[in-house]
T-cell receptor, first 113, second 112 residues
Framework: DTAVSQTPKYLVTQMGNDKSIKCEQN?????MYWYKQDSKKFLKIMFS???????INETVPNRFSPKSPDKAHLNLHINSLELGDSAVYFC????????????FGPGTRLLVL | DQQVKQNSPSLSVQEGRISILNCDYT??????FLWYKKYPAEGPTFLIS?????DKNEDGRFTVFLNKSAKHLSLHIVPSQPGDSAVYFC???????????FGKGTRLSVIA
């Protein structure tokens, strides 16, 4: 059983397009995250939601908008895609925010042409 | 501004020997530390963690050592197995609603 799942796994698109990445966790966790792993391989937090409420919003362009319809889902919508958005995006979840082990999804590889 | 640094991008070790992966941090506020393991095309998976009140935590073949005065932690894997070949990420955080900070990772290759 997949604990944290993401769709799609691969996404190739043109500059200027709008795209969404979906994330679902079946662990019953209260907190979900989006991370970006760029070409330099750093994993950086983008957003964190706890019980559908935004609790962390790092310096991310307004073109990125997370949406949490319920605590098991955290989707990431990206408007007006740019070349620099090409990266691997990981969704993660944890029982609580803070000092808790996070469980990661398999990643979505986004390539903007 | 790299608060968590893994200065060795790669490491090769023979099967059966000890693997030592190192991690340095700069933020003295960090009070818990984690190691994640990542296989290609998969997400990172949690391996082991340590709180700043401890200097050692052991789980089977994996031991994490924390030296707070040096702001250094290390992951020891003994004995190393070919299935341990992966990228290992060090991460650090401050208790509360603050994000984890990850290092760039070290690719471990265990040679049979």
């Amino acid at each position: 059983d997949t604990a944290v799942s993401q769709t799609p796994k691969y996404l190739v698109t043109q500059m200027g397009n709008d795209k969404s990445i979906k994330c679902e966790q079946n662990l019953g966790h209260d907190t979900m995250y989006w991370y970006k792993q760029d070409s330099k391989k750093f994993l950086k937090i983008m957003f964190s939601y706890n019980n559908k409420e935004l609790i962390i919003n790092e310096t991310v362009p307004n073109r990125f908008s997370p949406k949490s319809p319920d605590k098991a889902h955290l989707n990431l919508h990206i408007n007006s895609l740019e070349l620099g958005d090409s990266a691997v995006y990981f969704c993660a979840s944890s029982q609580l925010a803070g000092q808790e082990t996070q469980y990661f999804g398999p990643g979505t590889r986004l390539l903007v042409l | 501004d790299q608060q968590v640094k893994q200065n060795s991008p790669s490491l090769s070790v023979q099967e059966g020997r000890i693997s030592i992966l190192n991690c340095d941090y700069t933020n003295s506020m960090f009070d818990y530390f984690l190691w994640y393991k990542k296989y290609p095309a998969e997400g990172p998976t949690f391996l082991i963690s340590i709180s700043s009140i401890k200097d050692k935590n052991e789980d089977g073949r994996f031991t994490v050592f924390l030296n707070k005065s040096a702001k250094h932690l290390s992951l020891h894997i003994v004995p190393s197995q070919p299935g341990d070949s992966a990228v290992y990420f060090c991460a650090a955080g401050v208790s509360g609603n603050t994000p984890l900070v990850f290092g760039k990772g070290t690719r471990l290759s265990v040679i049979a």
